[in-house]
């Protein structure tokens, strides 16, 4: 089966850098998935990481070590808009998407 | 931007009855897919249709649900006899090369079992 671990809840401070871990253990693998989910709304898409390294896209970075089964996302220069659940989604190849219990992000000024 | 759009935003229904929820997804993507979300807990999975026909479902995914594709632009999600226990916020999703490319989901419909 697949299994993925992330921090219920974590804070940090408006214009502080965060970075919001993931481990996961699985038979298979395609790659990993960050999706944010604000309150009441829909998860929406911020990155996929097929190989090894790092990933930027703006304010967002995501990190992937296959050999670790480990993934982090990076948030840089934090703003208020910023607090919301981060979803690391595994694919596994063989199953239909993971979902993680999301990381619940607060930003305080 | 392409959006998936999902009707009605709210459902309260009684035990026992039959809802249909209805999503329109993104025109070019194949691939459509429910989740729900219980509050306060994770995105399950509960089906995937492709080609017309159901690629993957979940356990979840029991006799009591069934999905449809009735003509090329909706896809519905129908309960036949509801229980309180599915009660949630049900997501339509479509992508346009399957698990491989990223979900774009629609607003949730909040159903209500009471």
């Known amino acids: 089966g697949q299994n993925i671990d992330q921090p219920t809840e974590m804070t940090a401070t408006e214009g502080a850098i965060v970075q919001i871990n993931c481990t996961y253990q699985?038979?298979?693998?395609?790659?990993l998935f960050w999706y944010q989910q604000h309150a009441g709304e829909a998860p929406t898409f911020l990155s996929y990481?097929?190989?090894?390294g790092l990933e930027e896209k703006g304010r967002f970075s995501s990190f992937l070590s296959r050999s670790k089964g480990y993934s982090y996302l990076l948030l840089k220069e934090l703003q208020m808009k910023d607090s919301a659940s981060y979803l690391c989604?595994?694919?596994?190849?063989?199953?239909?998407?993971?979902f993680g219990k999301g990381t619940r992000l607060s930003v305080i000024a | 931007e392409p959006e998936v759009t999902q009707t009605p935003s709210h459902q309260v229904t009684q035990m026992g009855q039959e809802v249909i929820l209805r999503c329109v997804p993104i025109?070019?993507?194949?691939?459509f897919y429910w989740y729900r979300q219980i509050l306060g807990q994770k995105v399950e999975f509960l089906v995937s249709?492709?080609?017309?026909?159901?690629?993957?479902k979940s356990e979840i995914f029991d006799d009591q649900f069934s999905v449809e594709r009735p003509d090329g632009s909706n896809f519905t999600l129908k309960i036949r006899s509801t229980k309180l226990e599915d009660s949630a916020m049900y997501f339509c999703?479509?992508?346009?090369?399957?698990?491989?490319?990223?979900?774009?989901f629609g607003n949730g419909t909040r159903l209500t079992v009471t």
């Open positions: 990481n097929v190989l090894d």
């Open positions: 249709f492709y080609n017309n026909e159901i690629s993957e």
């Open positions: 699985t038979s298979g693998f395609n790659g």
């Open positions: 989604v595994l694919n596994s190849g063989n199953t239909p998407l993971v």
């Open positions: 999703a479509s992508s346009d090369a399957g698990s491989n490319s990223p979900l774009h």
């Open positions: 025109s070019n993507h194949l691939y």
